[in-house]
T-cell receptor, first 110, second 114 residues
């Protein structure tokens, strides 16, 4: 099955700096790559996604890039704010199923 | 708009007791439905998914089972809970139109086994 690896597991950034989270996947048939943000005790919420026919997508301070040849995709958060502190999960989709990375705990220092 | 409901929000059960968690989706027809478990500080593990009434696919062998008695209802069950069944259980739905659709999660059930 699909194997998704996510790095780093923890990330501490100064408010205003950028944060980058990287994921790799194993199955070249995966064609959809969402990112979720989960605050403590809450449900994961979709923040951005990208499909395999697109290389980059941006939504305000958040951007995702996809390299299908290398089978990796990344989340970029610019101008980080305290409310960006959370756990972020990447995922890869194939055949109606999502395979999740292990998560990155992001802490934004004021 | 579509909404997803899960209940109960929290549950404390003794080892060996049965379990029934329920999830319903409103505002859409024939959704794909999913059950995940999340251990404390860990990622999401897919337990079951369903693409239609009575159609259940199991991802991980265990003492849990799932059923889909109605189009927008998904139930997670166990006859005898184990200590290792503790965790945060999340239901999710997605549109049935292809595999590249976002999944939307319910608020989850926090299950503690004593």
């Amino acid at each position: 099955g699909e194997n998704v690896e996510q790095h780093p597991s923890t990330l501490s950034v100064q408010e205003g700096d950028s944060a980058v989270i990287k994921c790799t996947y194993s199955d070249s048939a995966s064609n959809y790559f969402p990112w979720y943000k989960q605050e403590l005790g809450k449900r994961p919420q979709l923040i951005i996604d990208i499909r395999s026919n697109v290389g980059e997508k941006k939504d305000q301070r958040i951007a995702v890039t996809l390299n299908k040849t290398a089978k990796h995709f990344s989340l970029h958060i610019t101008e980080t704010q305290p409310e960006d502190s959370a756990v972020y999960f990447c995922a890869a989709s194939k055949d109606y199923k999502l395979s999740f990375g292990a998560g990155t705990t992001v802490t934004v220092r004021a | 708009s579509q909404t997803i409901h899960q209940w109960p929000a929290t549950l404390v059960q003794p080892v060996g007791s049965p379990l029934s968690l329920e999830c319903t989706v409103e505002g859409t027809s024939n959704p794909n439905l999913y059950w995940y478990r999340q251990a404390a500080g860990r990622g999401l593990q897919l337990l079951f998914y369903s693409v239609g009434i009575g159609q259940i696919s199991s991802e991980v062998p265990q003492n849990l089972s799932a059923s889909r008695p109605q189009d927008r209802q998904f139930i997670l069950s166990s006859k005898k809970l184990l200590l290792s069944d503790s965790g945060f259980y999340l239901c999710a739905w997605t549109r049935a139109a292809g595999s590249n659709q976002p999944q939307h999660f319910g608020d989850g059930t926090r299950l503690s086994i004593l």
